[in-house]
């Protein structure tokens, strides 16, 4: 354990700021009593005309005339050049009429928005000064490991600059974002500290604390800062382009499991599955559902979070190549990126019917099945010309009830081929008992949106 963070503290707090965030709202002028929807009680206070209580005509949880007025809120951040380019969360300053930033010495400053990126929630500021500002620098945050020691500063609970020490409990957590690379520690931080640096021992910023895990509101020992090696790609584009730039492949995929990988004869359960190629770029370059994507501008990759944090980074406009896995082979491709944000995915047409017979049971898989007609494509809101083996009824002690297939979904590929009849179906499972496989690679739909799923064959 250090005998002491106070060198570290003294060297990097003038480059911690507060911030306060002013906002003008409305608020209900003399609200009255609340009472529940159908209480005896708003009846009887409506009928003695009580003073502020809404009219009866109202609609309920109206409140009357409102008024206007100014809302203050704080935070935490960071100046990272001399300029006076400040790094904070999003949600400190959303929605924001005035921004005024408070040094450690006590000068303060209005801040104008350079740019948000609600994915990732940060924002970056600026602020004109006299002098070049003290400035903290970013570190890379893949390098740190879990049970090093961090520091949290900022703004807490609006008490002024405080700072924490703790380690970091776990690494590549994630929230809710698509983007979420979060680093968890045990440094305390609260509300106010949103927005404000975690530093390493070195002095450098590897994350901008963001959120914590709490029944109370405070903090408990479980926090979580966005890794800077996020949040510094995020920041230069945000003071480049005042918005966010990020590849987009065009792709919908889903993580590779076990029993996926030995249905397509994989030597391991890495990479990304392509369940989906909508017209875009993929497309364009000749990916096709059920490729597994092994390598992206010359790296592994790990997974889909891998995949599309790798994306994200990838410049836009330009050629990558990336490697899939079909049928057992690479297959090197060049794709021109395009650019995530103004992408549309569109829907591709399904295949068109080959033929239909009489609902069947598959005893194999447990499964109830009835070839697509156009009668259970309207029924199932999907185009006419949808094709497929619709799910009737599962089999709750069969396998498909394990992984999750229920009645509405459709089977359109299995063993990365059509099916439009349960022969096929039954065919595809042959050929995969005959090579030796433990499941067969099924192709599903569930209103509309696909996700790959292996059966046990055995």
């Given amino acids: 354990m250090p005998d002491s963070f106070a060198g570290i503290v003294e060297r990097v707090s003038p480059a911690v700021v507060n911030i306060t965030t002013t906002a003008v709202v409305s608020r209900p002028v003399n609200p009255g009593p609340m009472f529940p929807e159908g209480s ?4 009887l206070f409506r009928d003695f005309g009580i003073p502020g ?7 309920f949880g109206q409140q009357g005339p409102t008024a206007r007025e100014r809302s203050n809120a704080l935070g935490s951040g ?17 929605g924001a009429d005035e921004i005024e930033v408070e040094f450690q010495s006590g000068a303060r400053l209005p801040a104008k928005v ?14 004109e000064a006299d002098n070049p500002l003290p400035f903290v620098t970013f570190g890379d ?19 002024g600059f405080s700072a924490s020490s703790g380690i970091i409990s776990a690494k590549a957590r994630a929230l809710t974002g698509t983007y979420d690379d979060f680093i968890q520690t045990d440094a305390a931080i609260n509300r106010g500290n949103s927005g404000g640096p975690l530093f390493n021992l070195a002095g450098e910023v590897i994350g901008v604390n ?13 926090g979580f800062s966005m890794a800077s090696n996020v949040v510094s790609k995020v920041v230069q584009q945000l003071e480049e382009f005042g918005e966010t730039r990020r590849g987009w492949l065009g792709v919908k995929i889903q993580d590779v499991t076990d029993d996926i990988a030995d249905s397509l004869g994989l030597e391991s359960s890495t990479g990304a599955m392509v369940t989906d190629v909508p017209a875009g770029p993929a497309a364009d370059a000749g990916v096709k559902a059920g490729d597994v994507i092994t390598r992206f501008a010359g790296g592994e990759v790990a997974d889909t979070r891998d995949l599309v944090r790798r994306v994200a980074d990838a410049p836009v ?5 990336i490697v899939v896995m079909r049928d057992g082979k690479p297959v090197t491709l060049q794709i021109t ?21 009489a609902p069947r049971t598959s005893e194999t898989l447990g499964l109830t099945l009835v070839p697509m007609t156009p009668e259970l494509a309207a029924r199932l809101d999907l185009p006419q010309n949808a094709a497929g083996l619709v799910v009737q009824d599962v089999d709750p002690e069969g396998p498909a009830a394990g992984k999750g297939l229920s009645a509405g979904d459709v089977i359109v590929e299995a063993g990365q081929q059509p099916v439009a009849s349960v022969a096929d179906l039954e065919a595809r499972v042959a050929e995969a008992k005959e090579a030796g496989r433990k499941s067969v690679l099924l192709l599903v739909r569930r209103e509309g949106e696909p996700r790959f799923v292996a059966l046990s064959v055995e």
Avoid: C, Y
């Fill in 40 to 43: 005896p009680f708003s009846d």
């Fill in 53 to 59: 209580f809404p009219d009866q005509d109202m609609p």
């Fill in 78 to 94: 960071f100046v990272v050049s001399a300029e006076g380019l400040i790094v904070t969360n999003n949600h400190v300053i959303d």
């Fill in 114 to 127: 350079i740019g948000t990126d609600a994915t990732t929630d940060v924002a970056v500021l600026k602020v």
């Fill in 141 to 159: 945050s893949d390098q740190a490991r879990v049970g090093d020691w961090v520091l949290a500063l900022g703004n807490p609970l609006g008490q």
């Fill in 210 to 222: 963001t959120a914590i895990l709490s029944p109370n509101g405070g903090s408990i020992g479980i």
């Fill in 317 to 321: 406009g330009q050629a990558v190549e």
């Fill in 337 to 357: 990126l395009g650019r995530r944000e103004l992408a549309e995915a569109a829907a591709g047409g399904p295949g068109s019917q080959e033929g239909s017979d």
